[in-house]
């Protein structure tokens, strides 16, 4: 089975990656610091973003060869041998709460859109573009449903302006047209849609959000300094910023004008423009190259798909029964227990485990080689580790030797 399939190991996988995203963003923070132009900072935290998606894909998933196992043993269970125990929390149940609040957000976006859909077939056309250089590339509504200028779509992009920023000074109303209209121009609205599935999917990891945040401020910053560089007036900008933030209610799916907890970098962002030098261009790219395949690597080594891998846990080498090596035979192998689940569901079939008998008969580094599912491959696993054994020998000596066990649960019985 392939890890990404198997709950056992997909678990520990989250959590490695988990770990990786930390390391990556924070990575990413430092390197962020380096780069002073925006379109610059904001290729990088959108690469870091794509890397974090595709660690997986990069760190290969490793599983062990199916060696032909030493000894086949088995046992066998019914609902009749099971205890009937209380709840307990399976490792399983947090890939399902992922899974679930992942649905849940995705439906949430999904409301969002139709609800702007709705602001839009209520709103009032604009017939003439607000904008005296603005051309048709986009469709501008006046809503009262809106309380800040939002700009979504890609083939027909669409502009809502509330109303009463039509009754604002034309000075400031061009600003803010202007703003969006450069939202169009960038196309912003396909980047949205792809990270808004992203902080769906992905809803559970700070760092991700973290990432996600830095982009879209920093989406915001080169729009802003765009808008600086076509209207010529700074000052008129910084005005425009504080005069709809008050107001700003902005949505999560959409490019919107002002988010509060972002306007102050934005304000000392424009107020800070510092020149970009060829030097510091260079330097912007050197540290990005240099910072990030470090922690690339660094997160791999540190943090590897350990579940995947299925690394040996016992020490020197694990033998096969043959040339002098003798098979270890169980003296104590207690029944596994039928789990509550698989009893209501009246499900049966058997469990393959592998495992590895050291020196002193004890069983370590217990796998499944084929799962059954509904909590039989934990009880298989739980009665696999009580299990003792005569160890196997090599010329006289106790030595490790690799077993197979078949747990068998038969629910007719």
């Known amino acids: 089975m392939h890890p990404i399939l198997n709950p056992s190991l997909l678990l520990p996988a ?11 963003a924070a990575a990413g923070a430092l390197t962020a610091l380096t780069i002073a132009n925006p379109k610059i900072r904001l290729a990088m935290w959108q690469g870091l973003l794509l890397i974090l998606l595709l660690l997986p894909a990069i760190e290969p998933w490793k599983t062990p060869p199916r060696l032909p196992a030493a000894v086949t043993l088995s046992a066998v269970a019914s609902p009749a041998s099971a205890n009937q125990a209380s709840f307990h929390w399976r490792a399983e149940y947090w890939l399902w709460i992922i899974v679930l609040g992942a649905a849940l957000r995705l439906c949430l976006v999904i409301a969002g859109f139709l609800r702007l859909r709705c602001y839009r077939q209520q709103a009032q056309p604009l017939p003439e573009p607000p904008l005296r250089f603005a051309s048709d590339i986009a469709h501008w509504y006046a809503s009262n449903a809106v309380s800040g200028p939002v700009t979504y779509g890609w083939r027909r992009p669409v502009i809502l302006l509330p109303s009463k920023t039509l009754e604002l000074p034309a000075e400031l109303r061009e600003v803010i047209e202007c703003h969006e209209l450069i939202h169009v121009h960038r196309r912003d609205w396909l980047w949205v849609l792809a990270e808004t599935a992203v902080r769906s999917l992905l809803w559970f ?14 989406r915001e910053q080169a729009v802003d300094r765009e808008v600086v560089q076509v209207l010529q007036n700074r000052d008129r900008y910084l005005e425009a910023l504080v005069a709809v933030a008050g107001h700003q209610l902005p949505s999560s799916f959409a490019p919107a004008f002002v988010r509060k907890r972002q306007l102050a970098e934005r304000v000392r962002a424009l107020i800070e423009e510092v020149p970009m030098s060829r030097a510091r261009i260079a330097a ?19 943090f590897p798909f350990v579940g995947a891998a299925q690394t040996t846990q016992t ?35 058997t469990v393959v485990l592998s495992i590895v008998v050291d ?7 217990v796998k499944v080689v084929k799962p059954l599912g509904l909590g039989l491959d934990e009880k298989a696993i739980e009665a696999a580790q009580q299990w003792r054994f005569r160890p196997g020998m090599k010329n006289g000596v106790p030595v490790p030797v690799r077993a197979q066990i078949e747990m068998i649960f038969r629910p007719d019985e």
């Open 315 to 349: 020490g020197g080498t694990v033998y096969r029964p043959g040339d002098g090596v003798t098979n270890p035979v169980p003296i104590s192998r207690p029944k596994p227990q039928y789990s509550e689940q698989a009893t209501k569901a009246h499900w049966g079939g």
């Open 284 to 302: 912007g790219f050197l540290a990005a190259g240099s910072i990030l395949p470090l922690a690339v690597v660094g997160a791999m080594w540190f």
């Open 205 to 218: 990891h700070p760092a991700v959000w973290f990432v996600l945040n830095r982009i879209l401020l920093t």
């Open 14 to 24: 989250v959590l490695a990656w988990s770990a990786q995203a930390c390391v990556l």
């Open 359 to 365: 020196e002193k008969g004890v069983p370590r580094n």
